[in-house]
């Protein structure tokens, strides 16, 4: 089987269910940038060397899948794939516990510390990206209320998960400060 199709050599790109749009269309933007989120959070999974979170972020890379599906279906069409209403639950009480683990914050943090946490910090402000193009898509077209859901919760547990990592490494947040001084 060839990879290649030739069919978006014109620029357009087909949904499921069958309709043609051109691929800088909101929808397949979208779709588009839940893979980029995917592969992001690949990145973190490569340098995370726990297995617990490591089994949690590739349920999560699951999950996006099954967004991304929901997203590159057109209007009208029955989704062949739906985030389920089990997906918010499961995400809140990871975030929960991992809250749970850490100091509670009084400050701003950078995106940073040690290397998992930059990752996890990365794919958090990918998927806040996500989920606005969702929003605006919404607007325009038929969306979800869970995948909206599940973007801005996903979105807090992947900023927690960046906590966690660095209290893990025995690493410090850093802390934002207006002065450099």
């Known amino acids: 089987m060839k990879i290649y199709t030739k069919t978006g ?11 043609r749009v051109s691929k800088d269309h909101a929808r397949v933007a979208c ?16 340098a995370c060397d726990i297995a617990a979170w490591c089994e949690s972020l590739q349920e999560i890379q699951r999950d996006l ?10 209007d009208g069409e029955a989704k062949s794939l739906e985030l389920q209403g089990d997906t918010l639950p499961r995400l809140e009480e990871q975030l929960d516990a991992l809250m749970a ?8 943090v950078l995106p940073g510390g040690c290397e998992l946490a930059a990752r996890l910090h990365q794919a958090r402000v990918i998927c806040r990206r996500v989920e ?4 605006a898509l919404a607007g325009q077209a038929e969306v ?7 973007l801005n919760r ?15 490494e ?3 947040n850093i802390i934002w400060s207006a002065s450099s001084k």
Request: net charge negative.
């Open 144 to 150: 979800t209320d869970i995948v909206k859901a599940y």
């Open 132 to 135: 606005r193009d969702v929003i």
């Open 101 to 108: 683990e850490v100091e509670p914050l009084k400050n701003f």
């Open 65 to 74: 899948f099954t967004l991304g599906a929901e997203l590159a279906t057109a």
């Open 170 to 172: 025995g690493v410090a």
């Open 154 to 168: 996903l979105g807090d547990l992947l900023f927690a998960y960046a906590l966690g990592a660095n209290h893990r």
């Open 9 to 19: 050599d014109d620029g357009s790109t087909g949904l499921i269910g069958g309709k």
């Open 31 to 46: 779709y588009g940038s839940v893979d980029e989120l995917n592969a992001a959070i690949g990145l973190a999974v490569v």
